[in-house]
């Protein structure tokens, strides 16, 4: 409880302190100033760090080299609880377009930074606002932004994945970007899992990308399934090197073997 606490003050501490600097950059990178977007990135990074690390996460970061360098991906993960987008924007070195849910408008400064680094808040409510968001994130990754979604559609809230949304992964194949896959294990422990704030161990593992000649010719159900599955395999891997129990390898779970393609 005393950990809740002291998050909740720091981050509207932060709150207060940045929202001046926050809409400065924020219009800067609007008008395509030199410098603004990296300068909006690095101030980003540098308040969010010490705040997620308040909020009890201990971070094992892995495969960092596995990031495409200089060209648009986009990136594919598991959502587990709050914190996995504070973990996107710090630990992933520049600030990604993450589609998000509309509700993440909300939050002070975060959604100012996550307007001015071209973030799409997705109303999953609205089918057609939807589609539209899908499309957006299409045309920012043809122009050169990489875009970040959580193909679950909402929080697991827990270790086991849902099913991914394949329509989620469609403007990977339009745009023909790499798609890189991302495990993320724990984040439900920190808050979800107990309605307060709790010290855990998380781990971040980024998969090589999946290259547009690797899923050419799929539909996007089976991309998704790739992908999913790539990522369930890393969340079992993770787990035995922390010494969890994991089921046995034939009673794993094999997303590929499902039919998604009513979720498109």
């Known amino acids: ?38 300068k909006a990135s690095r101030i980003c990074r540098r308040w969010i760090g010490p705040i997620q690390r308040l909020g009890g996460v201990n971070l094992r970061k892995l495969g960092e080299e596995n990031i495409p360098k200089g060209r648009p991906a986009l990136y594919v993960g598991n959502h587990q609880g709050d914190m996995d987008i504070l973990l996107i924007m ?6 990604f377009s993450i589609v998000a849910k509309i509700e993440t408008k909300k939050i002070p400064v ?13 109303d999953r409510g609205n089918a057609r606002q939807t589609l539209e968001c899908i499309k ?17 559609g909402t929080r697991a809230k827990g270790p086991d994945m849902r099913e991914f949304k394949a329509g989620a992964l469609r403007c990977a194949l339009k ?11 724990g984040t439900y ?7 307060y704030l709790k010290k855990t161990d998380v781990d971040l593992s980024i998969l090589p990308p999946i290259e547009p000649e690797e899923f050419a010719g799929l539909k996007t ?15 079992y891997r993770l787990r035995e090197t922390r010494g969890e ?20």
């Open 90 to 95: 710090h630990e992933f070195g520049e600030l």
């Open 136 to 152: 957006r994130a299409q045309e920012l990754l043809e122009s050169g932004r990489s875009v970040v979604i959580f193909p679950e």
């Open 189 to 195: 422990k920190v808050f979800e899992r107990q309605r």
């Open 175 to 185: 745009a023909k970007v790499p798609v890189v896959p991302f495990a993320i294990d």
């Open 245 to 264: 129990e994991v089921p046995p390898a034939g009673e794993r779970k094999q997303w590929n073997e499902q039919e998604s393609a009513s979720n498109e």
């Open 110 to 122: 975060v959604s100012t930074w996550m307007a001015s680094a071209d973030c799409i808040f997705m």
């Open 1 to 38: 409880m005393i950990r809740s606490i002291a998050f909740l003050l720091a981050a509207a501490f932060v709150a207060i302190i940045n929202i001046p600097e926050a809409i400065y950059w924020h219009f800067r990178s609007r008008r395509d100033k030199p410098g603004a977007y990296d």
């Open 221 to 235: 159900h089976e991309l998704a399934q790739m992908a999913q599955q790539r990522i369930q395999d890393e969340l």
